[in-house]
């Protein structure tokens, strides 16, 4: 099963499904949408085919970036870029397997559904998947899934390295109108790679590390890992128990050659500082003059706009700042003028334990790209409404000590989810169609609504209060707290 000749995509087409091989894809001879049955895994596969293409091709600059975009590849060239490769996308290389080492020591086989997040471990599994989703895997879904775990997933416990972004990233990539198009949008020129990794020039033909390993307790510097090294880096030791016959895939549900578990061991070693994976954006704050950078993740229920911001606006101070994902930088220069859709997701965890997944779509209108303030502006606003209820709900709990009694009745995180529910289709719309011409009254109007919102979720979460005396004037502290939020919130200079 080798990931550069065989049809492992699974698309579909009007009402057909089939798999596909990586060529097809590239050439134009098939097209269609991914089709699995978790959206993870749907994520997952977009990001392999990433980066199996940008290990093929590194267009030199935007100019041949935008054809490859426009126009697909022929066969030829294909079979070319890929001649060199084989062995780097090979399941059952005798040698050097995609994504394992070979002769992994472990004293029992670990059973398949370990290589999927949250399924062998999520205290919610049973609602998340199907049951037995994970029992036996066929070619392209375990490729798909050693892929996730070492790019996407916390590690495998104690004494097993996680990914090179830390344990779940916020993963961004472009959507284009095709998978093909979708592929290519989130393929780094040479121009974009030196820029963002000026190490590329001496690096860029680098094996993974699977073929040239990585030596027992080695300090790696991020600045001496090339771009494929890093796009395809297997922290942990992994080797898949040889496929013993056919099934029906617990992924997939295809009648294909299966695998059935693998093995796995502990491997030491360190990576120093952060490697500007291509899909990511990046924080940083400045620390006793150290720069401290980290990649994003959902680490609470808050919705994914409430992050969108910190995915596509660059800002920076001489204390903290943010970067987007290379992709994202690299569009500005050729997808400025237009709309932009992007694929957000990732998953939350608590240490080893995945307990929710995301994978989401975004629109941003035309203007993106230069008008990051306003992007911001509209994330601050869906934020600071949140927090003028939040503070009116707490005073109402709390009240004020030696003046006001609290009423006890701490509302502040369930009323807060409901305001999250309730602007959710707001604010997606705003992203994707704001006029950024006119968006001093858009923002206005932004707020306008979001206030109701809040008024409206206020009123009804203490209705049934207002008959208790004993908390009338909680209610009244509340209330008045939620109208001074109101007026800081409102553009200076303006009568409320
Ligand atoms: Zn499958």
């Known amino acids: 099963m080798n990931l550069l000749t065989d049809a ?16 097809q894809l590239l050439c134009g001879e098939q097209t269609g949408e991914l089709c699995l049955p978790r959206d993870d895994m749907e994520l997952a596969c977009v990001q392999l085919l990433c980066a199996i293409t940008q290990a093929l091709f590194i267009p030199k600059d935007k100019k041949a970036l935008v054809q490859l975009v426009r126009e697909p590849i022929t066969s030829e060239t294909y079979a070319e870029a890929s001649r060199e490769k084989m062995a780097w996308f090979d399941l059952n290389h005798p040698e ?26 999520g205290t919610n599994k049973a609602f998340v998947n199907p049951q037995g989703l994970a029992d036996a895997l066929c070619g392209g879904c375990v490729a798909i899934a050693l892929f996730n775990a070492a790019n996407n997933c916390p590690s495998m416990g104690g004494g097993f390295k996680g990914s090179l972004r830390g344990s779940t990233p916020i993963t961004v990539l472009i959507k284009g109108r095709t998978l093909r198009e979708t592929i290519w949008l989130n393929v780094l020129t040479e121009d974009t790679a030196e820029y ?50 056919s099934a029906n895939c617990s992924c997939c549900g295809c009648y294909e050659p299966v695998y059935n578990g693998f093995n796995k061991a502990k491997f030491s070693y360190t990576v120093e500082g952060v490697w500007p994976h291509p899909l990511s954006s990046r924080t940083f704050a400045i620390k006793k003059s150290e720069r401290e950078e980290k990649f994003p993740s959902f680490t ?18 001489d204390k903290e700042g943010q970067q987007t994902a290379p992709v994202i930088q690299q569009a500005r220069t050729f997808l400025a003028t237009d709309k932009i859709q992007l694929i957000v997701g990732g998953y939350r965890n608590n240490q080893a334990t995945v307990l929710e997944r995301r ?9 993106w790209a230069e008008h990051g303030d306003v992007i911001q502006q509209i994330i601050t606003g869906g934020l600071a409404y949140k927090t003028a209820l939040r503070k009116a709900l707490y005073l109402f709990a709390v009240g004020i000590k030696d003046k006001v009694n609290g009423s006890g009745v701490n ?77 800081e919130l409102e553009p200076q200079g303006e009568t409320p």
Request: charged share 20%; glycine share 2%.
């Open 411 to 487: 509302l502040c995180d369930p009323v807060e989810a409901v305001y999250y529910q309730q602007t959710e289709n707001l604010m997606h719309n705003r992203l994707a169609a704001i006029q950024f011409k006119a968006s001093q009254d858009e923002l206005q109007s932004l707020n306008k609504q979001l206030k109701a919102i809040v008024i409206d979720l206020f009123n009804k979460a203490t209705e049934s209060y207002r008959q208790e005396p004993k908390m009338l004037k909680a209610l009244a502290l509340a209330r008045r707290s939620l109208h001074k939020s109101f007026k």
């Open 300 to 317: 609470t229920t808050a919705p994914t706009w409430t992050h969108m911001s910190r995915l596509v606006v660059d800002q920076q101070n």
């Open 196 to 245: 963002v990794m000026p190490w590329y020039p001496e690096t860029k033909d680098q094996l993974p590390n699977y073929l040239d390993r990585i030596k027992a307790d080695a300090k790696i510097p991020a600045s001496r890992i090339g771009l494929n090294r890093g796009l395809l880096w297997q922290p942990a030791h992994f080797e898949l128990l040889p496929s013993q016959s």
């Open 359 to 367: 994978h989401e779509l975004f629109s941003l209108a035309q203007g």
């Open 96 to 121: 050097t397997p995609f994504m394992q080492i070979r002769g992994v020591k472990s004293t029992q086989p670990t059973p398949m559904d370990k290589l999927l997040a949250g399924v062998a471990d």
């Open 8 to 23: 492992w995509i699974p698309i579909q087409h009007q009402s057909n499904y089939q798999k596909i091989s990586l060529q």
